[in-house]
Nanobody, 125 residues
Framework: QVQLVESGGGLVQAGGSLRLSCAAS????????MGWFRQAPPGKEREFVA?????????YTADSVKGRFTVSRDNAKNTVYLQMNNLKLEDTALYYC?????????????????WGQGTQVTVSS
């Protein structure tokens, strides 16, 4: 079992920055590929944002955030980060991190096995 806890969300003006963190704990928590997803409004399907492989050798970001968001990880701290720069109104969402037990990374929410509770990001004009 893996537990994931996101933090770092909040209210920010358009053009600003935030860094989200996802702390993992539990069995072999430091050896999973990780992903970030977002959901807005509630009930809508979660949208892929970024993913990173087990040891950070490959990252992938969605076209909608490419050039603005960067995913990274520190396995010594069992933590994954999402650096978000030049935030836009349309980035407002509940952001989730997820862990994948299978080999390789994934851009589909079905490819992940464990999920955090989410952290809210609200971008204002």
């Amino acid at each position: 079992q893996v537990q994931l806890v996101e933090s770092g969300g909040g209210l920010v003006q358009a053009g600003g920055s935030l860094r989200l963190s996802c702390a993992a704990s539990g069995r072999t928590s430091g050896t999973y590929a990780m992903g970030w997803f977002r959901q807005a409004p509630p009930g809508k399907e979660r949208e892929f944002v970024a993913s990173i492989t087990r040891f950070g050798g490959r990252t992938y970001t969605a076209d909608s955030v490419k050039g603005r968001f960067t995913v990274s990880r520190d396995n010594a701290k069992n933590t994954v980060y999402l650096q978000m720069n030049n935030l836009k109104l349309e980035d407002t969402a509940l952001y989730y991190c997820a862990a994948r037990t299978a080999v390789g990374d994934s851009q589909s929410q079905g490819g992940y096995d464990y999920w955090g509770q989410g952290t809210q990001v609200t971008v204002s004009s």
